[in-house]
């Protein structure tokens, strides 16, 4: 008997602690369900707030590029004004300058109040526009009575504004243009100044009415927790700072703010959205996981296949988002790529192409017609490519203005036939919808690779047609990726992968290319070049590594290695006591998108003492001769002259656009391009460089002539007055160990007979 009760009590016991055990198994279970779900909720609204306030400063952006382009459009226009003494029909001047700008009205005003301008009525302007405070010294931009943007710009003549050039824009407009981001059925945009004045107010603006409201409500005991969001709101708008806030407003519920800096005045652009719309998927799954708690304490596997369905859902979903191109329609990249690798798959050599096509000069559009023009044009490309689409046939729209096709073609001359096909297509948009405003020859650029290896990745076929597109097309419409493109190609990598060693082992060596003053017939200068001599390599020419290193963005890294070799000769010149002089150092492209490059340049220039204007800085034409930077320029030419440094204006007439705004450019030096000098000068020819070397002279510039190869050359530039040439006629590049020896023999002249 104490046996079988000793027996039950075992058994009892054991019951007990396995319901113990298999209750704290499925506690510890329900609590890792739901702590994972709450922190999947959080991630989740992280997420959903960034993406939010990430669409918002894209909007933000969009919107103050907006701006700025059409107060960039009135200030070029008030420059034309001030040139131009009188203008028959101002009126009909302004209309058309009004309809181009995408502005209702264009008005002149001087300081009298006088004004001139369209057929606008002038009644309904009096009540939009305070006139009378207009602001005559400053560019600004205005919003009135909730109608309308102002913008203002002086017209200065002689250095003083004495009228002033007003443009009007409707809100009406403008908030069309805000809603072109879709934030959500539920949502709506403004724009507030930091005081939470409205700029621009949504039609049904009953719910931003009740933010005002709130927003300049005070604090009070019995509501301070309502009005918390607002205080953030309030100071991160007062400090220009972007956020976001969950807000509950009256009947209105709950909703999400973002809010960003305009970056125009101080305006700051919101946009509002339903909380529930928002977070609909969010809220569904937070219910869904606690039925699933619910049925965990049932069936603890079932539990498990529900969330993991629940995560396939999710991510299937999110596939979907990137699949279709949010403007055109299209395809995206990811969609087309996972298409093509399906139909390659099953396909032999041969039978398919990708092509690339690229629509060269695509921002002219943008710029001159506007952006929705663009969107059209893109549209409509997209309608032509799918028009001439075959069965098993897909394209996408890969980024921008670039489109990606793979087409059934097993020969370049059925590519290039479908190609030309494309392009009569594309150039008959002017009876399209979408496309017609924009009056504008397209042109595409196209690369294609016959696909050899259906196993290959795509990325790497599709890079190849990239590659073809980016040759010299020599009249063709369509380049094809061959064995000379892959061998440049793998070229290019060779240089990629050797040039960071280098750098460090210094394999870049420096060369001088001297320049001899004509007047004097002397050594005046030179100019600082780079030879690469790999160890197992050998020499690698410029023309082999400089549009590599270009592409790559890596030139700036060299251009920088070569500053400070010449700084490190000119601090060896001048500690041997040596004669100093200028040497000048080439600045690519690159820098002009670094406003600090500057810095880096001064600094070791201060770290090996060397003086004030012996280090002349060369930045190429194309570089400099753009006049939509033209500040941005005159600002980098300062800077270099700031910080000790020469500045001279390389490859000069090489667009032949230059000479109109080069009285804007404070350079030392103009050096002409050698193109000027490769074939035989007539008359006409000597007359132009001799007028130009006039110009720059007037100027107070000097100038230096650079590819000169024959007396003959030297001659005539001698008696045009040019100060210095450079060329092989007098030496070709040295090492500095040359070039020192080459410095203490007198210069040659031919003219004279003379050594």
């Known amino acids: ?14 019951f007990f602690v396995s319901m113990i055990t298999s209750v704290a198994l499925m506690g510890f279970v329900i609590g890792i369900i739901v702590w994972g779900t709450w922190i999947m909720r959080d991630s989740l609204n992280a997420k959903t707030e960034k993406h939010i306030s990430d669409v918002t400063e894209k909007l933000a952006d969009y919107m103050g590029f907006r701006i700025e382009t059409k107060l960039n459009y009135m200030e070029q226009l008030a420059d034309s004004l001030a040139w131009i003494p009188q203008i028959e029909n101002v009126e009909g001047f302004l209309k058309k300058k009004a309809e181009a700008f995408g502005l209702a009205s264009l008005i002149i ?10 057929d606008a009525s002038y009644d309904d302007l009096n009540e939009w526009v305070e006139f009378e405070k207009i602001d005559y010294d400053d560019a600004e931009v205005i ?9 203002t710009v002086p017209i200065r003549r002689n250095g003083a504004a004495d009228s002033v050039l007003i443009g009007v824009s409707e809100h009406g407009k403008i908030y069309e243009q805000l809603r072109n981001v879709d934030l959500g059925e539920m949502s709506e945009v403004c724009i507030i100044d930091a005081k939470g004045r409205a700029v621009i107010l949504p039609e049904n603006n009953q719910y931003f009415q009740q933010i005002d409201a709130y927003y300049h409500a005070s604090v009070n005991a019995g509501d301070t927790d309502a009005l918390m969001p607002f205080r953030k709101m309030e100071e991160d708008v007062n400090d220009q700072r972007a956020g976001i806030v969950d807000l509950s407003i009256g009947s209105n519920g709950r909703r999400i703010l973002s809010y960003t800096p305009l970056h125009v005045n101080d305006w700051q652009l919101i946009a509002s959205t339903e909380h529930d719309f928002l977070y609909a998927d969010i809220q569904a799954y937070m219910r869904t996981t606690y039925v ?50 399906l139909m390659l798959r099953e396909e032999q050599p041969g039978t398919y192409a990708i092509l690339f096509l690229n629509l060269k000069n695509f921002k002219h559009i943008n710029r001159i017609w506007g952006i929705a023009a663009g969107d059209g044009v893109l549209k409509y490309i997209c309608k032509v490519l799918q028009n001439h689409l ?10 921008m203005d670039h489109f990606l096709l793979c087409i059934k073609a097993d020969t370049e001359e059925k590519v290039q036939l479908r190609v030309d096909r494309l392009i009569e297509a594309v150039n008959s948009f002017h009876h399209d919808a979408d496309a017609r405003q924009a009056h504008h020859t397209l042109r595409l650029l196209s690369g294609a690779y016959i696909v050899e290896n259906p196993q290959e990745d795509i990325a790497l076929m599709e890079n190849y047609a990239r590659i073809a597109s980016l040759s010299d097309s020599k009249g063709q419409a369509c380049i094809f990726f061959n064995a000379e493109l892959k061998a440049k190609m793998e ?41 690469w001599i790999h160890p197992e390599h050998g020499m690698i020419y410029p023309s082999e590594f400089i549009p590599v290193l270009e592409a790559e963005g890596e030139i700036g890294t060299l251009d920088l290695y070569v500053f400070e070799e010449t700084c490190r000769l000119l601090r060896k010149w001048m500690d041997e006591k ?103 000068l007539d008359i006409k020819a000597k007359q132009v460089i001799t007028n130009i070397i006039d110009l720059v002279h007037k100027l107070d510039m000097q100038v230096v002539a650079e590819g000169i190869e024959t007396y003959e050359l030297v001659d005539f530039l001698h008696d045009a007055q040019c ?4 060329g092989y006629v007098f030496s070709k590049p040295l090492s500095p160990a040359d070039f020192e020896k080459w410095r203490e023999t007198p210069v040659r002249s031919e003219r004279t007979g003379d050594a």
């Open 1 to 14: 008997m104490k046996h079988r009760r000793y027996k039950g009590d075992r058994y009892r016991a054991a």
């Open 109 to 118: 005003q001087n300081k009298s109040g006088d004004r001139i301008g369209d």
């Open 143 to 151: 919003s009135t009575a909730g109608e309308v943007f102002v913008y």
């Open 292 to 341: 699933a708690i619910i049925a965990t304490v049932l069936v603890f596997l079932t539990i498990s296949a529900f969330l993991t369905l629940g995560y396939q859902k999710r991510k299937r979903q999110m596939e979907e988002l990137i699949m279709k191109d949010a403007l055109t329609g299209a395809m995206t990249r990811v969609a087309f790529n996972k298409k093509c690798e």
């Open 390 to 399: 075959m069965e098993d046939e897909v394209f996408c729209r890969s980024e």
């Open 491 to 531: 070229a290019a990598a060779r240089v990629e992968a050797l040039f960071e060693e280098s750098i460090e082992r210094r394999d870049f060596l420096l060369y001088l290319q001297p320049k001899v003053s004509l007047d004097k017939m002397e050594l005046c200068g030179a100019e600082a070049l780079v030879r």
């Open 578 to 680: 040596k004669t100093i002089i200028p040497v000048s150092v080439n600045l690519s492209r690159v820098h002009m998108n670094r406003a600090d490059f500057i810095d880096e340049y001064a600094a070791i220039k201060q770290k090996y003492n060397i003086p004030d204007n012996v280090i002349e800085l060369e930045v190429t034409e194309s570089t400099m001769l753009d006049i939509d930077q033209i500040q941005i320029i005159k600002n980098m030419v300062a800077d270099i002259h700031q910080n000790g440094f020469l500045c001279s204006l390389d490859d000069f007439g090489f667009g032949y656009s230059s000479l109109a705004i080069l009285k804007e450019l404070n350079v030392d030096v103009v050096k002409l391009d050698k193109s000027f000098f490769n074939n035989h």
């Open 723 to 726: 100060d210095a040439v450079q």
